[in-house]
T-cell receptor
Framework: GAVVSQHPSRVICKSGTSVKIECRSL??????MFWYRQFPKKSLMLMATSNEGSKATYEQGVEKDKFLINHASLTLSTLTVTSAHPEDSSFYIC??????????FGQGTRLTVV | GENVEQHPSTLSVQEGDSAVIKCTYSDSASNYFPWYKQELGKRPQLIIDIRSNVGEKKDQRIAVTLNKTAKHFSLHITETQPEDSAVYFCAASLGLGGNQFYFGTGTSLTVIP
């Protein structure tokens, strides 16, 4: 099946710094990618839809200035957590649609803000 | 938007018994319902899915049923094994290429040997 690669898998950063997470579709093109956030023992919460060549669409309650999304090419979407705070610590995971309905997930990024 | 609810949040069964997880959704336009298994710190893995033109689908020990009128769907695992222990998520989407998924709250399944 299709492969989505997410990097880094783990990152620790200091409060106030920014962190960039990359999501790449390795063997297919993705005009759309999705970013989710998952708290420990909780569900995946859709944060935003990343659209190649246009602005991302954010879910209600997600701060777009806090979570910057850039879909620079047909194979790369990035999520930048700006001015990170401890409450931003979470598991972030991207996905890209493949074929008709299936979604292919990245490996996820464990962000810890200290 | 779509709202997916999932029950129970935790489930413990004896090895060999069956496990059933239920989900409801709110948007009648949703027509694709996948189930994912997620192990700690790893990406979700698709285990089975169903489309709204089908009422039931089975794959070995795993089956999914869908009641579109009532807007609920269920995952059934028979002859459970310890390796089935994980967190299971249901999801709903419009089922078109590029559509986002809305996930249920998850069920932590423990199969007791």
């Amino acid at each position: 099946g299709a492969v989505v690669s997410q990097h880094p898998s783990r990152v620790i950063c200091k409060s106030g710094t920014s962190v960039k997470i990359e999501c790449r579709s390795l063997d297919f093109q993705a005009t759309t990618m999705f970013w989710y956030r998952q708290f420990p023992k909780k569900s995946l919460m859709l944060m935003a839809t990343s659209n190649e060549g246009s602005k991302a669409t954010y879910e209600q309650g997600v701060e777009k200035d806090k979570f910057l999304i850039n879909h620079a090419s047909l194979t790369l979407s990035t999520l930048t957590v700006t001015s990170a705070h401890p409450e931003d610590s979470s598991f972030y995971i991207c996905s890209a649609p493949g074929g008709n309905t299936e979604a292919f997930f990245g490996q996820g990024t464990r962000l810890t803000v200290v | 938007g779509e709202n997916v609810e999932q029950h129970p949040s935790t489930l413990s069964v004896q090895e060999g018994d069956s496990a059933v997880i239920k989900c409801t959704y709110s948007d009648s336009a949703s027509n694709y319902f996948p189930w994912y298994k997620q192990e700690l710190g790893k990406r979700p893995q698709l285990i089975i899915d169903i489309r709204s033109n089908v009422g039931e689908k089975k794959d070995q020990r795993i089956a999914v049923t869908l009641n579109k009128t009532a807007k609920h769907f269920s995952l059934h695992i028979t002859e459970t094994q310890p390796e089935d222990s994980a967190v299971y998520f249901c999801a709903a989407s419009l089922g078109l290429g590029g559509n986002q998924f809305y996930f249920g709250t998850g069920t932590s399944l423990t199969v007791i040997p």
